[in-house]
């Protein structure tokens, strides 16, 4: 039973992006007796299979507009001059960095389908690659709010300057 929370623990710690999601076990790959060290092995060769709302969807697909993140976080997001270099969005940069050192450069349609689309059945190098991109996507979420934090705190700061 420590395996099963440990696991649940880390692939919940990864996926709460506060959006719902559900998580179904399939079937192990391998049977065995009841020892412990042997049902550790068996549940990570375990699949699992996770409905949620992909909040890497838009990310990878860059509409013009944003089923999931506000207007202004998605504006952010896209717009060349809040990225380092201001030569593309970070939507592009993210996306780059995916595609360079998470994915393979021939990912094919059902890769797709499982990580920036409705999900399915996920093995443990799937949910490592999409716990890796996610974190990724926080990382750089976190730095635009941190970026508009200072910008309203230097606001206030030339507000109370004047009076």
Request: charged share 25%; proline share 4%; with cysteine.
């Amino acid at each position: 039973m420590l395996c099963n929370l440990d696991f649940l623990h880390y692939v919940v710690s990864k996926f709460a992006t506060g959006q719902p999601f559900k998580i179904e076990r399939i079937q192990p790959v391998l049977r065995t007796n009841d020892s412990l060290p042997v049902r550790c092995f068996l549940f990570a060769l375990s699949k699992y299979r996770f409905g949620f709302k992909n909040v890497l969807e838009d990310i990878w697909f860059a509409p013009e507009q944003s089923r999931i993140y506000s207007p202004f976080m998605w504006y952010m997001l896209k717009e060349k001059r809040f990225s380092n270099n201001q030569q593309e969005p970070l939507v592009q940069t993210i996306k780059s960095r995916w595609d360079k050192f998470e994915l393979d450069k021939d990912m094919d349609d059902a890769t797709v389908q499982l990580l920036f689309k409705n999900g399915g059945i996920y093995d443990a190098d799937n949910l490592h690659t999409r716990a890796t991109m996610l974190n990724q996507l926080q990382s750089t979420i976190r730095s635009v709010s941190q970026d508009m934090q200072s910008l309203i705190s230097s606001l206030n700061s030339m507000k109370h300057e004047k009076n």
